[in-house]
């Protein structure tokens, strides 16, 4: 499965930005998840996942209640709603997919995309 993220850009400390994760390749449908962002200086962080439906996520505690992931594999797209957006939030973010294990966990992701920047001013 090949993915490219998109939907970053500049935005002003509070507002909000949503990014997505088209895939393409095998049935989209058949693969967990995940997005990670790696800011300058700074290892990469996995921030959340969500399952083959959609219907079970996991967001870090760093991006909880305002960041959502979700899916629509009619689409085979995955997005990230970012909400509340602060300057510790600026990074290049990533989404990846694995076709096991669980929606918790950064371990097993495979097939990765191309970063999208996010930059968040004060």
């Known amino acids: 499965v090949q993915l490219q993220a998109s939907g970053g850009g500049l935005v002003e400390n509070g507002n909000s930005l949503r990014l997505s994760c088209a895939a393409s390749?095998?049935?989209?449908?058949?693969?967990?998840v995940g997005w990670f962002r790696q800011a300058p200086g700074k290892e990469r962080e996995f921030i959340g996942g969500?399952?083959?439906?959609?219907?079970?996520?996991y967001h870090s505690d760093s991006v909880k209640g305002r960041f959502t992931i979700s899916r629509d594999n009619a689409k085979n797209t995955v997005y990230l709603q970012m909400n509340s957006l602060k300057p510790e939030d600026t990074a290049v973010y990533y989404c990846a997919a694995k076709d096991s294990g669980v929606v918790t966990t950064a371990h097993g992701y495979r097939f990765w995309g191309q970063g999208t920047q996010v930059t968040v001013s004060s």
């Open positions: 969500i399952s083959r439906s959609g219907g079970r996520t």
């Open positions: 390749g095998r049935t989209f449908s058949g693969y967990i």
